[in-house]
């Protein structure tokens, strides 16, 4: 049996940990720059809170309502997300979990007898919510797709199904089937969605009743037929060994205010250069290709914007390094090749790739001693920015002026990773 776990509105939920006020309360969290709507309590739906919506255009409800408003605090949604993982790989044996996202994840529960999952189940739960803070619903079924759709009825119900589904019997799952959506399996796409809606299928539980050579007709060859055995209960999507090393490490931000200055390209390139560099060493990898891009935000009448193309170049390194002022000046070389006076920009990026083990690397005979330290120098900064925080420590390219930074005027404090932000009690 697989079973998902998965974290209730998460980032309200963080946002809800410490405030307990909050609780039973409507509440929201906001992207990037607080332009739309990322996150919302059970109450903010009732509300007619929108998923996805800009915020401006929810605002005048949200106020009418009282609804408590965040920026997003990726700090402490990262820890609170590392809090409950671990406890669910200390609740399981090695090899159980796999992290699906920042807030899901699947488990194996072959471990335990089928009469037991049930009391399982609510035993992962509960103690989750008991270590963390964080409540979660639980889907189980003998498939993937299956433990999807238990877990979407799981929290849709959550008054009948106290955040627990088992699929355990064929009446079970042919019920639950009946009550999803084609739009909701797992996997379904919307163009897939409108195919089917057109072809009469209207729920999970008429895709089920396919054959095979209809699902590789209509469904996308192998993948398709693949998506339809996992609705039969055949297992067909393996658990997956967690990817502890990135293949691709990327730092990308949308930009506080529209940016038309060269030097302000620059200092967030550099910036987000080494933000990933650090992510790089972590990892203990060394990048043999940086690729930076640029978004235009061209203005086409006083009222209206229309979003330019993605601008991007790439540069192959003589050797791959993990060395922020070895990546920082290329990077910002092609910052320069890539920016055009006069035009607005809205988002940069940074790309790291071809990433190597950083003991692979081999030495160059013709470095200088003092070149040979790098590894040495960016081991102390890291060491130092992780302890005091906030970039203590930064190469000049990446500028004292912030105008571009990220708007969070309503960030919460981060509670979990910041000595002067800890949560005081009275």
């Not at 019920?175 to 969605?193: F, H, M, N």
């Not at 640029?294 to 330019?308: A, I, L, S, W």
């Not at 005979?365 to 130092?384: A, C, G, I, W």
Request: net charge positive.
């Amino acid at each position: 049996m697989r079973a998902i776990v998965d974290c209730n509105s998460f980032y309200c939920s963080c946002e809800r940990l410490f405030r307990p006020h909050l609780r039973n309360k409507p509440v929201v969290v906001l992207s990037n720059n607080d332009g739309c709507i990322i996150s919302r309590s059970d109450e903010a739906k009732a509300l007619g809170v929108e998923m996805a919506g800009p915020y401006f255009k929810a605002k005048p409800l949200i106020e009418k309502h009282g609804v408590a408003t965040f920026s997003s605090n990726y700090n402490l949604y990262g820890d609170l997300s590392w809090r409950v993982m671990e406890t669910l790989r200390m609740l399981l044996p090695p090899g159980c979990v796999e992290v699906y996202s920042v807030d899901e994840c699947f488990v194996e529960l072959s471990h335990i007898p089928p009469e037991q999952l049930t009391e399982f189940a609510h035993h992962l739960r509960n103690t989750v919510e008991q270590w963390t803070g964080i409540q979660v619903s639980i889907g189980v079924a003998p498939t993937k797709v299956l433990s999807k759709v238990a877990n979407r009825l799981a929290k849709k119900n959550k008054a009948v199904t106290d955040c627990v589904l088992v699929l355990d019997t064929p009446r079970k799952t042919g019920q639950a089937l009946q009550k999803t959506p084609v739009e909701d399996i797992w996997g379904v796409g919307y163009a897939y969605s409108v195919k089917l809606h057109n072809l009469n299928i209207h729920t999970a539980y008429d895709l089920s009743t396919r054959s095979m050579e209809w699902a590789y007709k209509n469904l996308g060859g192998v993948v398709g037929a693949r998506l339809l055995r996992e609705l039969k209960g055949i297992e067909s999507i393996q658990m997956m060994d967690e990817l502890i090393n990135k293949k691709m490490i990327a730092t990308t931000r949308m930009f506080g205010s529209p940016v038309s200055e060269l030097n302000d390209i620059k200092e967030a390139v550099a910036t987000y250069t080494s933000r990933a560099a650090e992510k790089l060493r972590r990892q203990h990898g060394a990048a043999n290709t940086i690729s930076v891009f640029v978004v235009p935000k061209e203005q086409m009448h006083t009222t209206h914007f229309r979003h330019g193309p993605t601008i991007s170049d790439h540069v192959i390194l003589p050797l791959a390094t993990s060395c922020t002022n070895e990546l920082i000046k290329p990077a910002v070389k092609l910052a320069e090749h890539l920016y055009e006076k006069g035009r607005v920009y809205k988002k940069a990026g940074v790309m790291l790739s071809g990433i190597v083990p950083d003991s692979s690397i081999q030495g160059n005979l013709f470095k200088t001693p003092s070149e040979n330290k790098n590894r040495m120098l960016m081991s102390m900064m890291d060491n130092v920015n992780f302890a005091m925080r906030d970039d203590v420590l930064k190469f000049a390219a990446s500028g004292t002026s912030r105008d571009w930074k990220m708007r969070q005027e309503l960030r919460s404090p981060r509670y979990t990773t910041r000595w002067e932000e800890l949560y005081q009690i009275k």
